[in-house]
């Protein structure tokens, strides 16, 4: 199983700053890489899956990049919709798993 | 706009068997392939297995033994049955769609969801 870990586990970021997500794969996943954002109550929503490539109606502040074991997640000025959990997973070898979650919060 | 929405008993007992039905709405069922995703309370997310319209499925290894999918194509819907549950399978439980753009399909990424369904399990 490929496991994908997450850090940090919680972020603290003001409001119209930057927040950098890193999530790491045990093994390489090429770019079979999506990110999900979840809000508490509802669904997972994806933004990136391709490792980069924004799903769509996702705003452009919302980035992805890496390849292989290092991926990240920015969000390049973080507006109030945007505190939530996000979540990595890797879709690389027909078994798919997550990380654990970051949890965005306000500073 | 496709949906998905997920049914089933909200309380199973231990030992019994979870049954859930997701119905797809506002698209056809065929040629993509559907997933059950759970997330215990509080926690992260954990992808179950898939079923393709044509029957074909994939399921996680660490469940692999208690669960089986189905796919009723007359009536646009996929199940999920999880045999001799415990605590430990209480979650809320979501029905998925694979992402396809362009024609292409890409499996393993999810952009269509259910809104989850809490399934406990207790006596």
């Known amino acids: 199983e490929i496991v994908m870990t997450q850090s940090p586990a919680t972020l603290s970021v003001s409001p119209g700053e930057r927040a950098t997500l890193s999530c790491r794969a045990s093994?390489?996943?090429?770019?079979?890489l999506a990110w999900y954002q979840q809000k508490p109550g509802q669904a997972p929503r994806l933004l990136i899956y391709?490792?980069?490539t924004r799903a769509t109606g996702i705003p452009a502040r919302f980035s992805g990049s890496g390849s292989g074991t290092e991926f990240t997640l920015t969000i390049s000025s973080l507006q109030s919709e945007d505190f939530a959990v996000y979540y990595c997973?890797?879709?690389?070898?027909?078994?798919?798993?997550f990380g654990q979650g970051t949890k965005l919060e306000i500073k | 706009q496709v949906q998905l929405q997920e049914s089933g008993p909200g309380l199973v007992k231990p030992s019994e068997t979870l049954s859930l039905t997701c119905t797809v709405s506002?698209?056809?069922?065929?040629?993509?392939?559907w997933s059950w995703i759970r997330q215990p309370p509080g926690k992260g997310l954990e992808w179950i297995g898939y079923?393709?319209?044509?029957?074909?499925?994939n399921y996680n290894p660490s469940l692999k033994s208690r669960v089986t999918i189905s796919v009723d194509t007359s009536k646009n819907q996929f199940s999920l049955k999880l045999s001799s549950v415990t605590a430990a399978d209480t979650a809320v439980y979501y029905c998925?769609?694979?992402?396809?753009?362009?024609?292409?399909?890409?499996?393993?990424?999810?952009?269509?969801w259910g809104q989850g369904t809490l399934v406990t399990v207790s006596s």
């Open positions: 998925a769609r694979d992402h396809c753009t362009n024609g292409v399909c890409y499996t393993g990424v999810f952009d269509y």
């Open positions: 506002g698209g056809s069922i065929s040629s993509y392939y």
């Open positions: 079923i393709y319209y044509s029957g074909s499925t």
């Open positions: 093994q390489s996943v090429s770019s079979n």
């Open positions: 391709g490792a980069s």
């Open positions: 997973q890797q879709y690389n070898n027909w078994q798919y798993t």
